[in-house]
């Protein structure tokens, strides 16, 4: 019988091993360089800012996918997490806009 930790995706909880936090970890490491050198490269403010969002949501996106256990939580935690950034993309696009 195999403990939950330890069962497949597809019938409950799923461990993810040290190796993927390694792997994880090392693409952090390289999105945070990338992101110093856009930065220190004198890119024009237009094409840097944009760049430095999407290397940024990139990050986010890997910290809760392996570090917070989103990849393999219930479908509700999404919801609950994307529901408030939808709100506040529209909020602040208002905003902007004004």
């Known amino acids: 019988m ?3 930790s330890h069962a497949p995706a597809s019938g409950g909880m799923r461990h993810i091993t040290p190796r993927t936090y390694v792997i994880v970890f090392g ?3 390289l999105f945070t360089a990338l ?3 856009v ?3 004198g890119l024009d403010e237009s094409i840097r800012v944009p760049l430095l969002i999407v290397i940024a949501i990139i990050k986010a996106l890997l910290v809760v ?7 393999y939580d219930s479908k509700w ?3 609950i997490l994307i529901v408030p950034i939808a ?3 529209l909020l602040s696009t208002y905003l902007f806009q004004h």
């Open 35 to 37: 992101e110093v050198l």
């Open 39 to 41: 930065a220190a490269i």
């Open 77 to 79: 935690y999404w919801i």
């Open 65 to 71: 996918l392996f570090y917070m256990h989103l990849r």
């Open 2 to 4: 195999e403990s939950p």
């Open 27 to 29: 693409w952090l490491t």
């Open 87 to 89: 709100f506040v993309l």
